[in-house]
């Protein structure tokens, strides 16, 4: 069965960095897009960014130029590069792979980002 496991979030200053990381198995991952999507408290779940098989990207605005993704198909693991974190960047995120008979998701890591 598909298992996504996140892991890398944890409680940051504004302006620092992290880096997540999503290892995934029970898929043929090297075929298929993975994205990164967040909930914030009382918010509904957004989508962050997309890597597609052949390494297209695509970005929410509001983490344009901070934020980048990158997969490799070796480690079946997809990465989320995030710099320059603000407050509004606190949340739940979660890793999501896109599948025709229908999406994953994983449990979820908290990244905090403190004022």
């Known amino acids: 069965q598909v298992q996504l496991v996140e892991s890398g979030g944890e409680l940051v200053q504004a302006g620092g960095s992290l880096r997540l990381s999503c290892a995934a198995s029970?898929?043929?991952?090297?075929?298929?897009?993975m994205g990164w999507y967040r909930q914030a408290p009382g918010k509904q779940r957004e989508l962050v960014a997309t890597i597609t098989p052949s390494g297209s990207t695509n970005y929410a605005d509001s983490v344009k130029g901070r934020f980048t993704i990158s997969r490799d198909n070796a480690k079946n693991t997809v990465y989320l590069q995030m710099n320059s974190l603000k407050p509004e960047d606190t949340a739940v995120y979660y890793c999501h792979v896109e599948r025709s008979v229908g999406g994953a998701w994983g449990q979820g890591t908290l990244v905090t980002v403190s004022s």
């Open positions: 029970g898929i043929i991952f090297r075929f298929l897009t």
